[in-house]
């Protein structure tokens, strides 16, 4: 690409958007911004669209829509249309974009790279499929075992309203939400590991900032063969081995929610006891790190041909 790229964040003012562009800081990119008073201009959003190399799009699922349909707009007319990263879940599952995971499998990255229309993943999803998708292609997960999927999220997740409640009031020390069952994330984990069961997921907010933990408890004797612990993290490193940023580590007793907090890192581990036969699963991640914005810059500068910029330690 010649000289610098040009990224252009539509919906900017919010909690991933200005994540963003502060972490953009660390790549050689121009970042183009409207006017507070034209943001919501249709016009004004399609010229800044037609003059820039990418667009990250911070929106509401149904303002995603609307703008990939105006970049869409833009091509058909013959003009300069951008690449697209979106950060909300309206494409996520869409066959026609790529999923922003890249070690989510051999050939990930190269897709990334070459695509003009990226979806950024969830932060639970990251963990949760992360976990269970090297399981379920190596044959030792059934794709319709029933999973069960338990997460703990800082309340820097939950957008602006949430934090600030959290701020000025001391929020729930704990929130358990998604008791519907019908939770936006579960059709992305459902498809992105392999899953034909669809999952049962229970998210929760914590009364702590940034950080998270998803975790999914299996008995060993419901898997394929006799698996013991020690295999399913074999599985797992061989996965993740020479990713940067997504590791297996050693198990240990307990297990902090923001220890990664401010690193775009994510950290797997298999807490097994063999004598019950019985394992947990669990990811450790930034839900504003590997879980959004960091994911996202990563994303970024596979799309733009750049060196990564990311917060590993």
């Given amino acids: 690409m010649d000289g610098q790229a040009t990224v252009f964040i539509d919906g900017e003012a919010g909690t991933t958007g200005l994540g963003i562009r502060e972490r953009l800081r660390g790549l050689p990119v121009t970042v183009r911004s409207i006017a507070a008073e034209h943001r919501k201009d249709p016009?004004?959003?399609?010229?800044?669209?037609?003059?820039?190399?990418?667009?990250?799009?911070?929106?509401?699922?149904?303002?995603?829509?609307?703008?990939?349909g105006m970049v869409e707009s833009i091509a058909r007319a013959g003009g300069q249309a951008p690449r697209i990263l979106d950060a909300s879940t309206a494409f996520r599952v869409d066959p026609d974009w790529v999923y922003g995971f890249p070690e989510m499998g051999q050939g990930q990255a190269d897709a990334i790279r070459t695509s003009r229309q990226v979806s950024n993943p969830g932060c639970y999803p990251t963990g949760a499929i992360g976990l269970l998708r090297p399981l379920i292609r190596a044959g030792m997960m059934s794709p319709d075992h029933p999973v069960t999927i338990n997460a703990v999220s800082g309340y820097s997740g939950g957008g602006r309203t949430m934090i600030e409640a959290h701020e000025r009031d001391?929020?729930?020390?704990?929130?358990?939400?998604?008791?519907?069952?019908?939770?936006?994330?579960?059709p992305e984990i459902t498809h992105y590991s392999g899953l034909s069961r669809v999952p049962v997921f229970v998210p929760s907010v914590g009364h702590f900032p940034q950080g998270?933990?998803?975790?999914?408890?299996?008995?060993?004797?419901?898997?394929?063969?006799?698996?013991?612990?020690?295999?399913?993290?074999?599985?797992?490193?061989?996965?993740?081995?020479g990713s940067d940023l997504v590791s297996v580590?050693?198990?240990?007793?307990?297990?902090?929610?923001?220890?990664?907090?401010?690193?775009?890192?994510?950290?797997?581990?298999?807490?097994?006891?063999?004598?019950?036969?019985?394992?947990?699963?669990?990811a450790r991640l930034d839900n504003l790190g590997k879980g959004?914005?960091?994911?996202?810059?990563?994303?970024?500068?596979?799309?733009?041909?750049?060196?990564?910029?990311?917060?590993?330690?």
């Fill in 43 to 68: 016009s004004a959003r399609r010229d800044m669209m037609e003059s820039v190399d990418l667009v990250v799009l911070c929106l509401p699922d149904a303002a995603s829509r609307d703008a990939a």
């Fill in 170 to 186: 001391g929020g729930p020390a704990f929130d358990l939400y998604g008791l519907t069952l019908e939770h936006k994330h579960v």
């Fill in 212 to 241: 998270m933990i998803v975790s999914i408890p299996l008995h060993l004797d419901m898997l394929a063969g006799q698996v013991t612990g020690a295999d399913l993290r074999a599985v797992l490193a061989a996965f993740y081995a």
């Fill in 249 to 282: 580590q050693d198990a240990g007793p307990g297990l902090v929610a923001d220890t990664l907090a401010g690193t775009d890192r994510m950290e797997l581990r298999v807490h097994a006891n063999e004598s019950r036969r019985q394992a947990v699963l669990t």
């Fill in 292 to 313: 959004a914005s960091g994911a996202a810059i990563q994303n970024i500068a596979l799309m733009l041909g750049l060196a990564p910029s990311t917060r590993p330690a």
